[in-house]
C-alpha cells in the first residue's frame, strides 16, 4: 500500500454531489436514503462515472486497488462506510478506488475503531503508509510497525500467498528494468530510459519500487540489499529517484 495523492474534484460532478448530501442530511433515515441515492441509476451516471475516471487517474500503475495494488480498481469504496456516516457518502475525502475483493468480500462495512473511537484503518489517499508498514522485499510480505498498520494487514489480508508472490516477481522485474534504465542513461539513450521507467510504472504492486527507493535510504540498506550492493547504487541514484519516487 503506497500513498495516493487526491486530486481536487472538479465541477461537475462536485455541485451535484453537494446537493446529494443536503437532501441526506434532511432525510427523516439519511442512512437509507445514502444508500438509495449512491445506487441510483442516475446517480451512477453523473457521479460514480466522472469519480471513477477521476480515481483512476490518481491510482498507480494501470488503475489499481489502492488497497492491494494487484487487481484492477473496479469499485468507489467508501472508506467510512455510508452505514457509519451517511453524510459522506459524497464526500470526494471519502472515496478510495479498490477491488472488487478487497471493497465487497474484505472490508465491506467493517471499520475498526481503538478504544477512543479513532479510526484504525490506513486510509493511502490522507496518509503515508509507511510509518505503519514495512514491506520485507526478499519475501514480499508486510511487516506491521504500528497497531495500525497491523489492523490494515489483517482486514486486507495483505499477506495472502497470491499478493506476496506477485511482489516477489515485482521485486524481479523492477530490478531487471532498473539494470536497463541505468544502462540506457549511460549511453544517453534517453527514450529508452523513459520507456524502461514507464516499464516499471505500469506495473501492479507499485508498492514494490517505492520500497525499494525507500529503502535504499534506510540506515540498515546496506543489510536489506546484502546480495546486491549494485541494485543499491541504482536505487540511490538521484535520476532515477526523480523519476520513480512518489513523494
Ligand atoms: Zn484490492
Not at 109 to 115: I, K, N, R
Request: glycine share 4%; hydrophobic share 40%.
Amino acid at each position: 500500500m503506497i500513498r495516493i495523492k487526491r486530486a481536487p474534484l472538479p465541477e461537475p460532478p462536485r455541485s451535484r454531489m453537494a446537493e446529494h448530501t443536503c437532501t441526506i442530511a434532511l432525510a427523516p433515515a439519511p442512512k437509507t436514503k445514502a444508500q438509495d441515492l449512491w445506487s441510483n441509476t442516475t446517480v451512477r451516471t453523473h457521479v460514480h462515472a466522472p469519480l471513477r475516471e477521476l480515481l483512476s487517474d490518481m491510482a498507480a500503475g494501470r488503475e489499481r486497488c489502492m488497497y492491494c495494488g494487484d487487481n484492477q480498481g473496479t469499485d468507489i469504496d467508501h472508506f467510512e462506510p455510508i452505514a457509519r456516516h451517511p453524510l459522506r457518502a459524497f464526500d470526494w475525502t471519502n472515496h478510495v478506488l479498490a477491488c472488487s475483493l478487497c471493497n465487497s468480500r474484505l472490508k465491506r462495512s467493517v471499520f475498526p475503531l481503538d478504544a477512543d473511537g479513532t479510526p484504525l484503518l490506513i486510509d493511502p489517499t490522507g496518509e503515508d503508509p509507511s510509518p505503519h508498514l514495512r514491506l520485507v522485499l526478499a519475501v514480499g510480505q508486510y511487516y506491521p510497525l504500528t497497531p495500525r498498520g497491523q489492523v490494515t494487514v489483517d482486514l486486507f489480508n495483505l499477506n495472502r500467498a497470491i499478493l506476496t508472490k506477485g511482489r516477489v516477481n515485482a521485486y524481479r522485474v523492477t530490478k531487471a528494468c532498473i539494470a536497463q534504465w541505468t544502462a540506457a542513461t549511460a549511453h544517453d539513450d534517453h527514450e529508452s530510459a523513459d520507456m524502461w521507467a514507464r516499464t516499471i510504472q505500469e506495473q501492479p504492486m507499485a508498492d514494490v519500487v517505492q520500497a525499494m527507493l525507500r529503502q535504499a535510504l534506510d540506515p540498515a540498506a546496506e543489510t536489506v540489499f546484502e546480495d546486491d550492493q549494485q541494485l543499491l547504487a541504482q536505487l540511490r541514484e538521484p535520476a532515477l529517484r526523480a523519476a520513480l519516487l512518489i513523494q
